[in-house]
């Protein structure tokens, strides 16, 4: 059964870094990890991706440059390195997985997710 937990979110000053954790188990080796975000009254927006390959990494063009995916395959763990945050940045971020070789920002893609990890960035 694959779980996933995000945990890192907090409340930052504008321009403050973080990093978010999401502990993937239940064999999600060879699935495709995905970040997405919710703010209040706000459909749920993409934020960052591996590709199909697991390898090549994908981010929504506002976020380009500031926000980085990574993970430990040792440890089953999928992070995402936040710089520069702005007040913008705030919301609800969850962790997905995919199985399939969906489209990597479509979150109708992602068979499973995580319960989300407040993330509140004060100006």
């Known amino acids: 059964q694959v779980q996933l937990v995000e945990s890192g979110g907090g409340l930052v000053q504008a321009g403050d870094s973080l990093r978010l954790s999401c502990a993937a188990s239940?064999?999600?080796?060879?699935?495709?990890m995905g970040w997405f975000r919710q703010a209040p009254g706000k459909e749920r927006e993409f934020v960052a991706a591996?590709?199909?390959?697991?390898?090549?990494?994908y981010y929504a063009d506002s976020l380009k440059g500031r926000f980085t995916i990574s993970r430990d395959n040792g440890e089953g763990t999928v992070y995402l390195q936040m710089n520069s945050l702005k007040p913008d940045d705030s919301a609800v971020y969850y962790c997905?997985?995919?199985?399939?070789?969906?489209?990597?920002?479509?979150?109708?893609?992602?068979?499973?997710w995580g319960q989300g990890t407040q993330v509140t960035v004060s100006s």
């Open positions: 997905a997985a995919r199985a399939g070789t969906g489209l990597y920002y479509d979150h109708t893609s992602y068979e499973h």
């Open positions: 239940g064999g999600t080796r060879n699935y495709r």
């Open positions: 591996f590709g199909w390959n697991n390898i090549n990494t």
